[in-house]
């Protein structure tokens, strides 16, 4: 079942299902090579997208133009592709288990249109086994088929960083695999298409998932290291990036910053492999304690806040705070598990108003996703501001910009320590 030749040759078309802000780059990657049929559920999105606009405005709209691509919601139009990629989200639920019901529905989509010959493979990030055990058993029984005799099978983690315009699909070196040796070589030979890095030929689909949980899951322990140093030198009045600044002069020292860890990677990765360790009877002690920390940073940044505020307003009941930026990391739109929220939630159980405002962030899916109603523009005489997010607008901002917005005791809590040093009229503090 060989597929690459026929893609280049345009006898067969590429579908991507699932065109969030993995799916519709990949997509229209492709698209300048071959012949692609992007698939979404959503009907806006595929109609803003048959417009040129991308709904996570990661893409400009110049990269829609002169590409061989088709966008739809009807599986008959998709039907009509023979090598399949599915791009959908990998979120946890509110107890942070594994929500595995968009990629078990694409395993479904897929299994009502797979075709002897065809080609299945998954980018979106699961734990090691996901892909064999949970998603190729319901494309089996939808379909009546068997991989490996009717279909082909791989897995290749997605790497794309939202916001970066320099660690690209195409600049990036993409692990993939394959679910037999001759799948492993035309998948290969297929994303070598669109990476110009090169790929990575995993020895099996396990290795390549689990390589992918690893990836983020190292970055949260290092993370959460940072934090927890960060709320130690806080108790003894050390700024911590000053600590980082001096230790990141040796040679070897890792580079990680404190923050708040949200998203859909780093923030939860990590789950999906707790999950898996704890099903084969393995408690994973450091993964967990590190998950613990980096969500309970939110709460932390709030009762710093709340403190001042408590002490230095002496009109509590009409205290006022203005958290700017609510994405979960700078210049990007993403609003997904964003952990400011867990901050703005804590201030407010104290009946202390805060005022939320960022330039990047559409009002109706906050308002939508955390039952948040977003501030036309900042106020005045703030008790204390947070900059959540390094925006470029808030980096652009002078230390007088601040002090306009808040009163003389007010408190600047800066999580990304841009201003660091340069605050002097008013409190400052930074994790």
């Not at 099996?204 to 322990?221: G, H, M, P, W, Y």
């Not at 509590?316 to 997904?336: C, M, W």
Request: hydrophobic share 40%.
């Amino acid at each position: 079942m060989k597929i690459y030749q026929d893609l280049i040759e345009k006898k067969a078309k590429l579908g991507v299902i699932g065109l969030g802000y993995v799916g519709l780059p990949i997509a229209l990657e492709f698209a300048k090579k071959i012949s692609v049929i992007g698939f979404d559920i959503n009907p806006k999105r595929i109609e803003m997208m048959r417009n040129g606009q991308d709904p996570s405005k990661e893409v400009g709209s110049e990269e829609f133009k002169g590409r061989d691509i088709v966008f739809t919601n009807d599986l008959n139009v998709l039907k009509q592709a023979r090598f399949f990629i599915v791009a959908v989200p990998t979120p946890v639920d509110k107890f942070n288990v594994p929500d595995l019901k968009p990629i078990l529905g694409a395993s479904t989509t897929i299994g009502k249109i797979v075709k002897k010959g065809d080609y299945v493979i998954y980018e979106s990030t699961v734990y090691p086994g996901c892909t064999e055990e949970d998603c190729l058993p319901v494309i089996e029984k939808m379909s009546n088929l068997k991989m490996g005799v009717d279909f082909k099978m791989g897995y290749s983690p997605e790497r794309i960083n939202p916001g970066d315009k320099k660690n690209t699909l195409r600049t990036v070196v993409k692990i993939v695999s394959g679910s037999d040796a001759e799948s492993l070589d035309e998948i290969a030979k297929t994303y070598e298409l669109v990476v110009d890095a090169g790929v990575h030929r995993a020895t099996t689909i396990k290795v390549a998932e689990a390589a992918k949980i690893v990836e983020n899951t190292q970055r949260d322990l290092n993370i959460a290291l940072m934090n927890e140093l960060s709320m130690i030198f806080d108790r003894m009045g050390i700024n911590t990036y000053d600590v980082l600044e001096a230790a990141g002069t040796k040679w070897n020292f890792l580079k990680f910053s404190p923050g708040l860890v949200g998203g859909h990677c780093i923030g939860v990765d990590p789950y999906y492999l707790t999950h898996k360790a704890e099903a084969l009877g393995y408690d994973a002690k450091v993964i967990a304690a590190s998950r613990f920390i980096n969500d309970n940073m939110a709460r932390n940044v709030a009762r710093k806040v709340i403190q001042h505020v408590l002490r230095n307003t002496p009109d509590v009941y009409n205290a006022r705070v203005l958290v700017k930026g609510v994405t979960f990391k700078e210049d990007v739109s993403d609003i997904r598990n964003s952990k400011i929220i867990d901050t703005v939630k804590e201030i407010q159980s104290f009946n202390i108003k805060v005022d939320v405002v960022d330039p990047f962030a559409e009002p109706d899916e906050v308002k939508e996703e955390y039952g948040l109603a977003l501030a036309s523009a900042d106020g005045r005489d703030y008790d204390a501001i947070i900059i959540a997010t390094a925006h470029e607008p808030y980096r652009n901002l002078t230390p007088a910009d601040l002090y306009e917005l808040t009163r003389p005791t007010g408190l600047i809590a800066d999580l990304k320590g841009i201003f660091k040093g340069r605050i002097t009229e008013r409190d400052y503090w930074s994790l």
